[in-house]
């Protein structure tokens, strides 16, 4: 590894907004959240050379690069909240490589009176997987979402199915109670999660289909009719490629959005936001196609865990793959913005020499509450 001066290091550290966890976080130098040590912070966090920063008045939200995985700036990543409808895009990404998208599915009566947004099932034998895809990430279908449940074996399964999914992408904040994101009590995901779902999720093409599709046909009794994707910056900001937005009575609004310009993949996400949060969505994807390869990175998107691949010593058992540990709780459900026990520290305090050597290497390597929609 090449060694830099001591003068250049310190001259880097003091270009970032450092941010010291509350007492409520573990301590962010001997066991740092995932992504880096300054994500465990709840204020905001980025380079402060940078272009100034948007306003949003989202509780949480991060700017990464798909590509690269660098985030660029992040407001309590790890915060935990309500996800909403956003919760799909892991049910997608859980099911797509699981069903068989040619099977016709007969929805239950269960699934068809499913509460909120909804696509109009009725219990007959006359959609395929592939249209139920479309109707849970274009229109946000509950039905559809329970309907592929079934079609994968049951709620039960399913949902273990996307809780180990959201283990293996390293998505640690995200817990699945519903397949289609209505409240419920102990579910919870983060904005840095949202964003490790979605990259995961583009990597696929027929997820990439499914969100991208901006008007498709659908099946009803007799014949078809219409749906239309519910992204409204699909078709108007450039390069738009998806993903998923949410909104319940408790959640609040959250979305997913990803455009690509000029080769490279930008990601936003925000949760429990009050308003409208779409102009604020494009200024953050704006900001974030600026930024990409002139910030600095303030932490990464994490891989996947890579398969593990047990040894049986000779005349043992198989050696157990190592335990991954779970990061610390940024915020509660109940988090907001301006929680208490943040502040912000130059360069002489101990949080920016804590996270000095990943700063340094990310710059060397980059060249239910209600009706839900």
């Known amino acids: 590894m090449k060694h830099v001066p001591m003068i250049g290091a310190l001259a880097l550290a003091a270009s970032l907004t450092f941010v010291v966890p509350s007492p409520a976080v573990a301590d962010a130098y001997d066991n740092p959240p995932i992504g880096g040590a300054l994500l465990g912070g709840r204020g905001v966090i980025v380079d402060q050379t940078a272009r100034k920063l948007p306003k949003t008045e989202a509780s949480a939200f991060v700017v ?44 239950s009566q269960d699934a068809c009176n499913q509460e909120g947004s ?9 959609y395929t997987v592939d249209d139920l895809f479309r109707a849970l990430m274009m229109v946000s279908g509950n039905d559809a979402a329970v309907a592929l449940a079934e079609a994968n074996g049951g ?44 990259r995961a999720g583009l990597a696929d093409p027929a997820f990439r289909k499914y969100v991208g599709t901006k008007v498709a046909d659908f099946p009803a009794p007799k014949g ?34 990803a455009a690509r310009r000029d080769g490279h993949t930008i990601i936003v996400t925000v949760m429990r936001h ?38 049986r010593p000779v005349g043992g058992p198989p050696t157990p793959a190592p335990a991954v540990s779970r990061p610390a709780d940024a915020a509660g459900e109940s988090s907001s913005a301006g929680a208490a026990g943040v502040a912000v520290i130059g360069v002489a305090a101990l949080g920016g020499l804590a996270w000095l050597g990943y700063g340094l290497r990310r710059r060397r390597s980059r060249g239910r509450g209600s009706a839900q929609v």
Not at 119 to 126: A, E, H, S
């Open 274 to 311: 009050e308003g409208s949060f779409w102009p604020e969505v494009q200024d953050l994807l704006d900001w974030g196609f600026a930024a990409r390869g002139r910030t600095a990175a303030v932490g990464t998107l994490v891989g996947p865990i890579p398969a593990a691949k047990p040894t």
């Open 155 to 198: 709620l039960p399964k399913t949902l273990a199915d996307m809780n180990a999914e959201a283990r293996r992408i390293q998505a640690m904040d995200t817990v699945a109670k519903t397949p289609n994101g209505l409240d419920k009590p102990g579910q919870s995901s983060s904005a840095y999660d949202l964003a490790l779902i979605a």
């Open 64 to 107: 990464a690069d798909a590509d690269t995985g660098e985030v660029l700036a992040a407001k309590n990543p790890h915060g935990r909240f309500l996800p909403a409808s956003t919760l799909k895009a892991l049910t997608a990404l859980t099911l797509i490589p699981k069903l068989d998208r040619k099977k016709m599915v007969k929805p």
């Open 224 to 257: 078809h009719y219409q749906i239309a994707n519910h992204n409204r910056l699909l078709g108007r900001y450039p390069g738009m490629l998806g993903v998923k937005n949410g909104w319940t009575s408790k959640a609040l609004g959250s979305f997913i959005g």
């Open 118 to 126: 909804a696509v109009g099932l009725t219990p007959r034998k006359i």
